[in-house]
T-cell receptor
């Protein structure tokens, strides 16, 4: 079965640089979620999109922005990167309503030097 | 604000033992609760999802229960195996009118099953 695809899987950036993470949801899923997991921490919700509209917003820094495109893939844009942005970034997708299971991608590991 | 707590933070058991992981949450206005497994440095694998109207779900050697009124869930693992060693996370889904509501995670229980 198709799963959530994230790219790149690993990314190394310098401070103050920008990064773009991509997420391709499971086919026919209309909702995408972004989570950030710092070292030794639990995943923290950043933002979600349903049918290309922002649905819920969590602790996403103003330096970050995201959107969902017409083909339902999503991109998380991160600017003015800081050392503290080093983390595992997960994308999840769901479809079919408010109670559906969220399926997680393998994550993008971002290291900011 | 929803808070999710998992006890214990770490657990080490001998192979073959039955064990229970605990999860508690402060806000009972949830749609569902999911249990995940995470191997070191890896992604999240969904194990079980319990809707707020359900009391329990079973999958193989795993059984999860939900008591929404008391804000508690348990994950029961029968006949544990070394391959079960991982971090187990519970997450509750906020009640929201539209699709896209967030999951709030607990800090996880790190399980080690010794052969």
């Amino acid at each position: 079965a198709a799963g959530v695809i994230q790219s790149p899987r690993h990314l190394i950036k310098e401070k103050r640089e920008t990064a773009t993470l991509k997420c391709y949801p499971i086919p026919r899923h209309d909702t995408v979620y972004w989570y950030q997991q710092g070292p030794g921490q639990d995943p923290q919700f950043l933002i979600s999109f349903y049918e290309k509209m922002q649905s819920d917003k969590g602790s996403i820094p103003d330096r970050f922005s995201a959107q969902q495109f017409s083909d339902y893939h999503s991109e998380l844009n991160m600017s003015s990167l800081e050392l503290g942005d080093s983390a595992l970034y997960f994308c999840a997708s769901s479809g079919g309503g408010v109670t559906e299971t969220q399926y997680f991608g393998p994550g993008t590991r971002l290291l900011v030097l | 604000k929803q808070e999710v707590t998992q006890i214990p933070a770490a657990l080490s058991v001998p192979e073959g033992e039955n064990l229970v992981l605990n999860c508690s949450f402060t806000d009972s206005a949830i749609y569902n609760l999911q249990w995940f497994r995470q191997d070191p440095g890896k992604g999240l694998t969904s194990l079980l999802l319990i809707q707020s109207s359900q009391r329990e779900q079973t999958s193989g050697r795993l059984n999860a229960s939900l008591d929404k009124s008391s804000g508690r869930s348990t994950l029961y693992i029968a006949a544990s195996q070394p391959g079960d060693s991982a971090t187990y996370l519970c997450a509750v889904r906020r009640r929201q009118e539209t699709s896209g509501s967030r999951l709030t995670f607990g800090e996880g229980t790190q399980l080690t099953v010794n052969p």
